[in-house]
């Protein structure tokens, strides 16, 4: 599927909000194992993980020194399929040198993004950087790019809800969807 001129509906429930939610307490779990008692700045890519970032700062509650920051790329637009091509919209409030970093994203597809904002906060020398994801697509990775956190991999098949939308619809729906062709 190219651009979503052909109509969309929603498929089938692929991830329940409560299986959602657990998964996303326990890897609130893993972040507070590492660092507890220490600042940690979580960088959110709008819009698609502002939904999974915010469950997931709360979930750490107050035995990390949390801080929130954003980061906006250019996005697909319509178009289902990744352009390859990265734009940095909105870079951090925040100088990254010497920080605790975990980039937080909705989904990792082809990893291009990732890997290309990965790179961009590395040379600025943070002291630790990690990479969180709600879901993974094996299946469409195209280059390699260490997740520290993951939350579910899933199969190769657009899927919309919990911030993560189709043209920018649906990004509110609690649960996450498989969108469906008809
Ligand atoms: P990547 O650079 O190919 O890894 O692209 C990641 C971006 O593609 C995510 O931030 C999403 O915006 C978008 N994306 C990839 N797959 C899906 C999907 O199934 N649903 C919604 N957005 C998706
Ligand atoms: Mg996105």
Known sequence: MEETDVSLRLDAI?????TIHKRVSELAAEIIDEFRGSELILVGVLKGAVIFM??????????VDVRMDFMAVSSYGNSMSSSGAVKIVKDIDTP??????????DIMDTGLTLSYLGDMIM?????????CVLLEKPERKKVECAIAYRG????DKFVVGYGLDCA??????????????G
């Open 168 to 181: 920018g619809k649906w990004r509110n729906l609690p649960d996450i969807w498989r969108v469906a062709e």
């Open 14 to 18: 692929l991830l329940s909000r409560e």
């Open 54 to 63: 915010s469950d997931l700062a709360r979930a750490i509650g107050g035995e």
């Open 96 to 105: 990254a040198e010497g920080k605790n970093i975990i980039l937080v994203e």
């Open 152 to 155: 579910f991999s899933i199969p």
């Open 123 to 131: 040379a600025r020398n943070p002291s630790k950087f990690k990479i």
